[in-house]
């Protein structure tokens, strides 16, 4: 079942790499700080986090973390970065004013990722032992643990409204549905080895690429039900939604490419070929950017999203074109 357009079709875009940038070892996730000034990847092979401004897609610090950093997310108010260390059973808090590790803290048993609530009080943790670490980042102590929420959990995402956290377990084959004011699992749905999740900007619907079925899920928050099945590429795992709510970014691993869907249509409207073994993918505040961390080559891929028949610098995608 697809959803139906809404009555305002999002503008035609056209999607092009406009450039490459070096990082570590292994890069395996990314955040964009929300002023949109710069982009953390976590270089899981090299123990470090390479931080690039977007303004110049220059790598302007690399910051020793811990050991095997996985995923990461920036705070709401942007002055931290959280980094989840599957090795060590750690967190490292990274100050972004200045680039380096202000504190150290537990994180759980081999924390894989993380994201944080609207207010930023709290961080949920998936564990790879199927848990999940509740955090209070105002002593950055860990307040609960969630038991046998899934299997191999990978990604993590909570509602705009901070109610709901939504976990993906590529080893059970799940999505589960937490219920952030009781910390306990109220729903969950079949999916085939999930990769990460994101949700729309309005909290109605939640994106999960399932790895093995080469697709897109996507799922009514309000119901939990599966709504739609968009094809992808080859073992999707990484997804991003644009702030506008305009642009869907898969990120498929094991062919080297992005596929962008159109969330008024469910339609995949491009795709665009990045770098070896895409994995994590995060979008620039102002939507008009995506940043692809590439884990099989050590580059991350900038995507520029321009409106059809305008330019981008030197870069015009004439009315019809597109950008791969």
Known sequence: MLLAPSAAAAPAYAFAVTATVPVGNTPFFDAITTNGATTYVTNNDDDTVSAIDTATNTVTAT???????????????????????????????????????????????????????????????????????????????????????????????????????????QDSSNLAVIDAATNTVTATVPIAAPGMVAISPDGARAYIPGQLANSVSVIDTATN????????????????????????YVSNGGDGTVSTIDPDTNLVTDTVVVGAGPAGVDTTPDSTKAYVANSNDGTVSVITRTPEGQCTGSICFPSGSTGS
């Open 225 to 248: 039900t599966v709504t739609a099945t968009v094809p992808a590429g080859a073992n999707p795992v990484g997804v991003a939604i644009t702030a506008d709510g305009n642009t869907v």
């Open 63 to 169: 910051i020793p973390v811990g050991d095997a950093p996985t995923g990461l997310a920036v705070t709401p108010d942007g002055s931290r970065v959280y980094v989840a260390n599957r090795e060590d059973d750690t967190l490292s808090i990274i100050d972004t004013a200045t680039n380096t590790v202000a504190a150290t803290v537990p994180g759980g048993t081999m924390p894989v990722n993380l994201a944080f609530t609207p207010n930023g009080a709290r961080a949920y943790v998936t564990n790879n032992d199927g848990s999940v670490s509740v955090i209070d980042t105002a002593t950055n102590t860990i307040t609960a643990n969630i038991p046998g929420v899934a299997g191999g959990p990978i990604g993590v995402a909570i509602t705009p409204d901070g109610a709901k956290a939504y976990v993906t377990g």
